[in-house]
């Protein structure tokens, strides 16, 4: 088992900037891709950024492409999530996933392991 716990969130004004951290512990081997989804209230959980396990191929959105940026640190088991330019829109509970599969992929059915989720709202 993976266990995953997010934090960073908060409430931002619209411009501004949050930086999301996701801990990872447990047989982490088994995390290769990670990535973050979100979930505002009564929509679906979508996929906002996904890396490989190297760091070296990363996939965005195209809602966040530009403003997000997502990194890892393997050697301290975190996934990072840097927001900049946040908008009211973005307003949502992030949550951080690992998968197993090698291949970066968007749909949350392809993610083994969860967090609990960490809170963003945006005001404007």
């Known amino acids: 088992q993976v266990q995953l716990v997010e934090s960073g969130g908060g409430l931002v004004q619209a411009g501004g900037s949050l930086r999301l951290s996701c801990a990872a512990s447990?047989?982490?081997?088994?995390?290769?891709?990670m990535g973050w989804f979100r979930q505002a209230p009564g929509k679906e959980r979508k996929f906002v950024a996904g890396?490989?396990?190297?760091?070296?191929?990363?996939y965005y959105a195209d809602s966040v492409k530009g403003r997000f940026t997502i990194s890892r640190d393997n050697a301290k088991n975190m996934l990072y999530l840097q927001m900049n330019n946040l908008k009211p829109e973005d307003t949502a509970v992030y949550y951080c996933?690992?998968?197993?599969?090698?291949?970066?992929?968007?749909?949350?059915?392809?993610?083994?392991?969860w967090g609990q989720g960490t809170q963003v709202t945006v005001s404007s």
């Open positions: 996933a690992a998968s197993q599969t090698i291949v970066v992929r968007t749909s949350h059915s392809d993610y083994d392991y």
């Open positions: 890396v490989s396990w190297s760091g070296g191929v990363t």
């Open positions: 447990g047989r982490t081997a088994r995390s290769n891709v």
